[in-house]
Structure formats: structure tokens, C-alpha cells
T-cell receptor, first 116, second 118 residues
Framework: AQTVTQSQPEMSVQEAETVTLSCTYD???????LFWYKQPPSRQMILVIR??????QNATENRFSVNFQKAAKSFSLKISDSQLGDTAMYFC?????????????FGRGTQLTVWP | DADVTQTPRNRITKTGKRIMLECSQT?????MYWYRQDPGLGLRLIYY???????NKGEISDGYSVSRQAQAKFSLSLESAIPNQTALYFC?????????????????FGPGTRLTVL
């Protein structure tokens, strides 16, 4: 079974500071994808960043970057220069390339609050 | 215009009523999904469809049914709504041949439907 664990239900950070959100996953697959989605108060699910497991290089998207540790099955999200608009629920998600190809497994989310 | 739309955006209904949630997409994707979000539980997969003739149950399909009317339309029905189906429902789409070279495998979500069953 595929599981995704986000151990931090809530986090807060001051504007302009850096924050890291944790995510671990469990799978027996060797080929898969990992995602971070953001859900602001508007409730829209927005893709933040994506990582292919076969790539050793960590993905980056502007102020967002990941620390992908395949052996440890860890996929943390770092947000640099936090902005008020980053306040949202963040979900880590996992997708295998096996028989359940295309199916996303989500963690329970981390509520991030950025304060002035 | 949004690539993935859901109607209605909000709905309040009573126990025992039949209700349909609709999803339309203009992204040209073959794959469509229905998820349910409950507080503290993340999103869970209800049904998914890899093309018009291919529909599959997800992890929480009991009490739900779906219809893929066309490549661009995927509807979720609650035949007899019950209060524990109160949740936020999301439709999502992704490209065909997920995992193939050049595909992105990324799922794109609609704005969600807030359903309340009294």
C-alpha cells in the first residue's frame, strides 16, 4: 500500500523568512512521482512543484524547492522569502507508475500561516 | 476561462435526495478523477476514468456512481445522499499515457464543490 505522511498539522512563519514542510511516504515501487499542492482559502488545489523519482536533482520553482531523499523516502518542501499569499494548506502527494498509474495518494496536509 | 469547471460550486441537500455533481474540462485530457476532501484527511479518490469507456472505482466508491458522458465531461452522483457525504468534492484531469515519455502526469483540479447533506 502507498501511504503519505505529513507530521506537521500546522506551521507558522514570519513574512520573508524560510520554512520547511515535511513529508514522508511509503512504497515498494521504484518509479514514481511526488507533488506538493497548495490549497489557499479559495479552496482551489494548485500545483506547487513536482519531482520524478528517477531524477537525483531536486526540483525548484522560484521560491519553492524540495529536498528529495529517495532512500529515506522523504520529500520536504522549502519556501524561501515567505509571503502572506503563501498562507494555505499544503498537501504532499504521491503517484506510482505501476498498476495504479495516474492515481494520486495524498497526505493529510499542513496548514501554513505566514504572519507579517 | 478555467480549464476545469465544476457545477454547482455549493449545494445543500437533504438526506435521501439524489444529487449530481458535474465536471467539464477544456484541457483535452483523457483521464478524469473525482476526489473527496474531509477536514484532517486530505483527498481521497472516489472514481477515476482513463477514457470514455474505462471507469474504475477508487478507495471510497460506496454510495457514489459516475458517468463519463464524453471526453470532456465526468459526473458524480449520490443516489441517496447521507450526512456523512458532506464534504468538499474535487474533479481533476490528467493527460493520457501518463508515465510515457513527454507526458507530465500532473493532475489539474477544478475549483471544488462544497456539498452539505442535512
Amino acid at each position: 500500500a502507498q501511504t503519505v505522511t505529513q507530521s506537521q498539522p500546522e506551521m507558522s512563519v514570519q513574512e520573508a523568512e524560510t520554512v520547511t514542510l515535511s513529508c514522508t511516504y511509503d512504497t515498494s515501487e521504484s518509479n514514481y512521482y511526488l507533488f506538493w499542492y497548495k490549497q489557499p482559502p479559495s479552496r482551489q488545489m494548485i500545483l506547487v512543484i513536482r519531482q520524478e523519482a528517477y531524477k537525483q536533482q531536486n526540483a525548484t520553482e522560484n521560491r519553492f524547492s524540495v529536498n528529495f531523499q529517495k532512500a529515506a523516502k522523504s520529500f520536504s518542501l522549502k519556501i524561501s522569502d515567505s509571503q502572506l499569499g503563501d498562507t494555505a494548506m499544503y498537501f504532499c502527494a504521491f503517484m506510482t507508475r505501476g498498476s495504479t498509474l495516474g492515481r494520486l495518494y495524498f497526505g493529510r496536509g499542513t496548514q501554513l500561516t505566514v504572519w507579517p | 476561462d478555467a480549464d476545469v469547471t465544476q457545477t454547482p460550486r455549493n449545494r445543500i441537500t437533504k438526506t435521501g435526495k439524489r444529487i449530481m455533481l458535474e465536471c467539464s474540462q477544456t484541457k483535452g485530457h483523457d483521464r478524469m478523477y473525482w476526489y473527496r476532501q474531509d477536514p484532517g484527511l486530505g483527498l481521497r479518490l472516489i472514481y477515476y476514468s482513463f477514457d470514455v469507456k474505462d471507469i474504475n472505482k477508487g478507495e471510497i466508491s460506496d454510495g457514489y456512481s459516475v458517468s463519463r458522458q464524453a471526453q470532456a465531461k465526468f459526473s458524480l452522483s449520490l443516489e441517496s445522499a447521507i450526512p456523512n457525504q458532506t464534504a468538499l468534492y474535487f474533479c481533476a484531469t490528467s493527460e493520457r499515457m501518463a508515465g510515457a515519455p513527454g507526458s507530465t502526469d500532473t493532475q489539474y483540479f477544478g475549483p471544488g464543490t462544497r456539498l452539505t447533506v442535512l
